[in-house]
T-cell receptor, first 116, second 114 residues
Framework: AQTVTQSQPEMSVQEAETVTLSCTYD???????LFWYKQPPSRQMILVIR??????QNATENRFSVNFQKAAKSFSLKISDSQLGDAAMYFC?????????????FGKGTHLIIQP | GAGVSQSPRYKVAKRGQDVALRCDPI?????LFWYQQALGQGPEFLTY??????LDKSGLPSDRFFAERPEGSVSTLKIQRTQQEDSAVYLC?????WGAGEMYFGPGTRLTVT
């Protein structure tokens, strides 16, 4: 079974600074997808960034980028120029490729606090 | 609407009552998922539909949980004889196809069993 581990229950960063959220996962599959989702207090789960395991290049979306280390099964999220609106729970998630019946496997989340 | 909607947003049930939670996916989305999110935890997979077919229900915690999607669009998650441990947020997500297409989540229904 796949597992996703987020070892940081809470992180705090000053506004405009950079923060990195950690995620490791365990799988025997070679082809899969990794995601970071943001969940603000409204509970709406919002996709931040996704990475295909077959791609060596790290995904980036504006201020958000990942450091994907496939051999180490590590998938960290870097948020640059942190903004107050970034405050939320962040979940790392995994999904096997090509298997439509497989849902996402989530980590327990990291609560990100932005200090003004 | 443009997104996934869920109703009700909040539900309080007395232990032993039956509840029904509704999910309206994005129009045309083939895949629909239900997740259960306990307080302070990440969502956990409950069940998956491809159109009207329930292809995976391995995550349903007991036979008190039942989900349906009879016409391949709206889905209902029913919980019979609710217990306190059923208290959680229930999230619905849909995606256009299958594979790893982006999932769009609804706002969830917070169920509290007293």
């Amino acid at each position: 079974a796949q597992t996703v581990t987020q070892s940081q229950p809470e992180m705090s960063v000053q506004e405009a600074e950079t923060v990195t959220l950690s995620c490791t996962y365990d799988t025997s599959e070679s082809d899969y997808y990794l995601f970071w989702y943001k969940q603000p207090p409204s509970r709406q789960m919002i996709l931040v960034i996704r990475q295909e395991a077959y791609k060596q290049q790290n995904a980036t979306e504006n201020r958000f980028s990942v450091n994907f280390q496939k051999a180490a099964k590590s998938f960290s999220l870097k948020i640059s120029d942190s903004q107050l609106g970034d405050a939320a729970m962040y979940f790392c998630a995994y999904r096997v490729s090509g298997g439509g019946a497989d849902g996402l496997t989530f980590g327990k989340g990291t609560h990100l606090i932005i200090q003004p | 609407g443009a997104g996934v909607s869920q109703s009700p947003r909040y539900k309080v049930a007395k232990r032993g009552q039956d509840v029904a939670l509704r999910c309206d996916p994005i129009s045309g989305h083939v895949s629909l998922f239900w997740y259960q999110q306990a307080l302070g935890q990440g969502p956990e997979f409950l069940t998956y539909f491809q159109n009207e077919a329930q292809l995976d229900k391995s995550g349903l915690p007991s036979d008190r949980f039942f989900a349906e999607r009879p016409e391949g669009s709206v889905s209902t998650l029913k919980i019979q004889r609710t217990q306190q441990e059923d208290s959680a947020v229930y999230l619905c997500a849909s995606s256009l196809g299958w594979g790893a297409g982006e999932m769009y989540f609804g706002p969830g229904t917070r169920l509290t069993v007293t």
